[in-house]
C-alpha cells in the first residue's frame, strides 16, 4: 500500500488587493485559482504574496491570499507565512507554505546561519565612508510536517534575489536607468552576493536536517532564479562532482526537473528563450520515492513581451511546478 505525496510550488507574482490597483483582485483570482486546483497539490509553496492593512495603521494580514483560496481545499490547509522585521508579513513579497498536514515545526533563516556581509561601494554618490551591511531581500522559510507513521518532512520554501543589478546610491536617473556602467556593474555584484548568500544560508540549514536525520526526507522548492548551471543551485544542490567526496553524496540533492524533456523544461519564458527558474529538489532518501514531475506552462507568455505588449495582465509569467512522490503506508 502505498499514498502520493504531491509537493509544488508557484510564484504568483506580487498577490495584492490595494484600491485602485489594475488589474484588480477578480481579475487575478479568475486566472490563478484554477491553476491551483489544477495541481491537487498536499503541499503548496508560493512566492510573492503581499499583505493588506484592513486599517490604516492595523496589522497586516493576507486577505488577497484568504480570497484566492476560499472555496479550494487550501483554505483547510495549515499556513506558514515569513515575516519582515516586523512580527507580522512583510507589505510584499511573503513566502506561504500550504500543507494538509501537521506543522510540527517552522521557522525562517535571514542572516541567521549566515552573517550579513560588509561592503563599502566604490561608486555611491555621496562616497559612503565605511562598509555597510549586505542583508538579504528575503528570508528563507522551513517548515518540519508530519506525514504520518513516523516519517517528517524538512520543507523549505525559497525565492532568491533576481539577477538584477541592486541599488547603489546616487547611481540611477531612473528606475531602470543607470548613470554609470560602473554604478550598474556595483549594483549586479552586490545582487549576486545576496543570492549567493541565500544559497549558501539554505545549504547550512538543509546541513542542520541531516545532523538530525542522515536520512532526511528533505525537499526545496520555490523561484531560485537561476537555472542548475547556475551557483546558487549548484551551492544548493552540494554535489558530489562538486565536493569531489563520494563519502558526501548522501548529502546532495537531485534536481527533479531532470526527469522532463528537454522541451518541457521550462517555468519562464523570457525574450523568447525558455528558462528554468522554479525548481523542486530532493534529498536522494525522498529521491527514491519519486514519481514525476509537471511543468504547468502550457499557456505561459513571455515575460518581457507581456509586460511590453500586454495592459494590465492578470496571470503570472511563472508556471507551476510539481513533484509527486508515492510514500509506502
Keep these: 500500500m502505498s499514498e502520493n505525496l504531491r509537493i509544488a510550488s508557484f510564484n504568483l507574482e506580487s498577490l495584492d488587493d490595494r484600491p485602485g490597483l489594475q488589474p484588480d483582485l477578480a481579475a487575478r483570482l479568475a486566472m490563478l485559482r484554477p491553476q491551483l486546483e489544477r495541481l491537487h497539490a498536499d503541499v503548496l509553496c508560493l512566492q510573492e504574496v503581499n499583505s493588506q492593512r484592513l486599517t490604516g495603521h492595523g496589522p497586516r494580514r493576507l ?23 516586523h512580527p507580522g508579513p512583510m507589505d510584499v513579497h511573503n513566502l506561504v507554505i500550504l500543507s494538509r498536514y501537521p506543522v510540527r515545526e517552522c521557522r525562517q533563516y535571514r542572516n541567521d546561519l549566515v552573517e550579513a556581509p560588509r561592503f563599502r561601494t566604490m561608486t555611491a554618490t555621496p562616497p559612503l565612508a565605511e ?33 538584477l543589478a541592486a541599488f547603489i546610491p ?3 536617473s531612473e528606475p531602470f536607468v543607470w548613470k554609470s556602467v560602473a554604478g550598474w556593474a556595483e549594483g549586479y555584484y552586490l545582487a ?11 545549504r547550512l540549514a538543509i546541513e542542520g536536517c541531516f545532523a538530525r536525520d542522515d ?17 546558487p543551485l549548484r551551492i544548493v544542490i552540494g554535489a558530489e562532482e562538486d565536493t569531489g567526496n563520494g563519502a ?24 523568447g528563450r ?3 527558474l522554479d525548481h523542486i529538489l530532493a534529498s536522494r532518501s525522498l529521491a527514491g520515492h519519486f514519481c514525476s514531475f509537471e511543468a504547468h506552462n502550457e499557456a505561459l507568455g513571455d515575460e518581457l513581451a507581456g509586460f511590453l505588449n500586454v495592459a494590465r495582465s492578470p496571470s503570472s509569467y511563472h508556471a507551476p511546478v510539481m513533484a509527486v512522490f508515492d510514500l509506502p503506508l
Design 170 to 172: 546616487g547611481q540611477k
Design 63 to 85: 486577505t488577497a491570499l484568504a480570497a484566492l483560496l476560499a472555496g479550494t481545499p487550501y483554505q483547510d490547509f495549515e499556513q506558514v507565512v515569513s515575516e519582515g522585521v
Design 131 to 163: 562598509a555597510q551591511p549586505v542583508p538579504w531581500d528575503r528570508p528563507i522559510l522551513y517548515a518540519r510536517l508530519d506525514l504520518g507513521d513516523g516519517r517528517m518532512l524538512d520543507l523549505f520554501n525559497v525565492h532568491y534575489r533576481a539577477p
Design 248 to 271: 558526501l553524496a548522501g548529502h546532495g540533492l537531485v534536481p527533479l526537473e531532470l526527469s522532463l524533456s528537454a522541451d518541457r523544461r521550462h517555468s519562464v519564458i523570457h525574450h
Design 274 to 276: 525558455p528558462q528554468m
Design 215 to 231: 536520512e532526511a526526507l528533505v525537499c526545496i522548492a520555490g523561484d531560485f532564479n537561476a537555472g542548475l548551471d547556475e551557483m
Design 192 to 202: 549576486a552576493m545576496k543570492r549567493s548568500g541565500q544559497a549558501l544560508e539554505t
